[in-house]
């Protein structure tokens, strides 16, 4: 690419416009630079699904650790100095900011908490939080789906699996939206890295004293399951725990609220797709896959090289950030036929949503069942629905999340 297009994409790459509709740009670098270093970004990003399947399996090179504290690297020595919560929080092993052989040892610890057989117990609670939510809206004829629906229902549903009391349910949104806020350049701004220390300084700890409450009277949640393996001081420090909580927290909810609310979207902006799920009921699990690959809740991850490496032509050097677009390579015609197109029959569909690899996300099989539990729910007990606006509005604070402000629906009153 000359000087002239690469100025004009690095002014793209950090735009508001390019996170509401990153496709076209996206489609651009796979086809002409799938290995592209941008110093607006502040790292190489990859946009080929082969690429980015390297760097999800090549640990040894493409690392999580410490790789949310980079951000601070940019910044002048007195600066950073001010940031140390920040720096200390994530220089912390954690399920999310580890490699083998540490991730394996934090990962066998929760995965054994989520398995389909345990997410299959959840499925009546599931159902009793989406019904009730449903019944505080159905009379009206109109709900916001990504407030009244999308984001309660999976935040209920983490806070109930963490024991966090429901008086502080509410604590969630506002501590994933601070730590979400700052991800996903490596030059974010002092704004959004000071809103996100202030919220590490509070979160860890509020997780402290839950750890310390479970010490003394032990329950039947997972914080309680955490805080015995931690006894044993075989699997997890506090240290490690409270880090792997923070995420938890985090993740817990955010991906499941972007998957129902642009699931949602898709549905209602693609009639003829809804009229078929309408139809056939049974493809909806192929609808949610559907929209998994077409608008992937995370819709970029990045990753701290170890090590150099040369792949696609490029070497990228030990010390460098890379950004795997994982938006794009859903998008990837060498993978999937007519990628553009929204199509809830599609086949061939191994997108990678949910990662690939060692960090293939944890929770995907919860996220998948509330999915699937408040979609159904709702296709089949509200009737008539349609878009009161027709044109999203996308979160553009969150470069990481393919995420909504706001899904104002209309629907017939029973």
């Known amino acids: 690419m000359n000087g002239t297009l690469n100025s004009e994409i690095e002014a793209q790459l950090v735009s508001p416009e390019f996170i509401s509709d990153p496709y076209p740009l996206l489609r651009r670098l796979r086809e ?27 640990t040894s090179h493409f690392s999580n650790e410490n790789r949310l504290g980079q951000a601070l690297l940019y910044l002048p020595p007195e600066k950073r100095a001010t940031y140390k919560p ?23 610890l929760v995965t054994k908490e989520f398995t389909p057989r345990v997410v299959e117990l959840m499925r009546p609670r599931i159902q009793m939080l989406v019904d009730a939510l449903l019944d ?12 009244e629906l999308a984001a309660p229902m999976p935040i209920g549903v983490i806070a109930e699996i963490l024991g966090v009391a429901p008086a502080d349910r509410h604590l969630f949104k506002i501590w994933a939206d601070a730590l979400l806020g700052f991800q996903g350049v490596n030059k974010p701004n002092e704004e959004d890295l000071a809103k996100a220390q202030q919220v590490i300084v509070a979160m860890r700890p509020y997780i402290a004293k839950m750890i310390e409450a479970r010490r003394a009277q032990p329950t039947q949640d997972l914080m309680s399951k955490f805080v015995a393996a931690e006894a044993t001081g075989e699997r997890v420090t506090e240290t490690e725990l409270i880090s792997t909580v923070v995420t938890l927290f985090v993740a817990g909810h955010e991906t499941t609220l972007s998957l129902i609310a642009n699931t949602m979207l898709l549905l209602l902006s693609h009639p003829d797709q809804l009229q078929i799920l309408q139809d056939n009921p ?33 070497l990228l050097k030990k010390g460098q950030m890379v950004f795997q677009m994982i938006n794009s390579a859903n998008r990837d015609p060498v993978y999937f036929d007519a990628p553009d197109a929204f199509d809830i029959r599609r086949q061939k569909n191994r997108h990678m949503a949910f990662g690939q690899g060692v960090h293939f996300c944890v929770g995907a099989v919860v996220a998948r069942t509330e999915a699937f539990v408040a979609l159904g729910t709702v296709i089949r007990r509200l009737k008539d629905m349609r878009l009161r606006e027709a044109v999203p509005s996308w979160d553009v604070t969150k470069r990481n999340s393919r995420v909504l402000n706001a899904l104002p629906i209309l629907f017939a009153r029973p």
């Open 86 to 108: 920040f720096a200390d929080h994530y220089a912390t092993k954690s399920l999310l900011h580890s490699d083998p052989p540490d991730h394996t040892r934090m990962r066998t």
């Open 282 to 314: 049974d493809l909806l699990e192929s609808a949610i896959e559907e929209s998994l690959r077409f608008e992937s809740p995370v819709s970029r991850q990045p990753r701290l090289m170890k090590q150099d490496f040369e792949l696609g032509g490029k």
């Open 32 to 58: 002409e630079e799938p290995i592209y270093w941008s110093d607006a970004i502040g790292g190489w990003i990859m946009t080929r699904y082969d690429d980015i399947v390297v760097s999800f399996k090549q």
């Open 136 to 147: 505080a809206v159905e009379s009206r004829g109109e709900m916001n789906v990504l407030t």
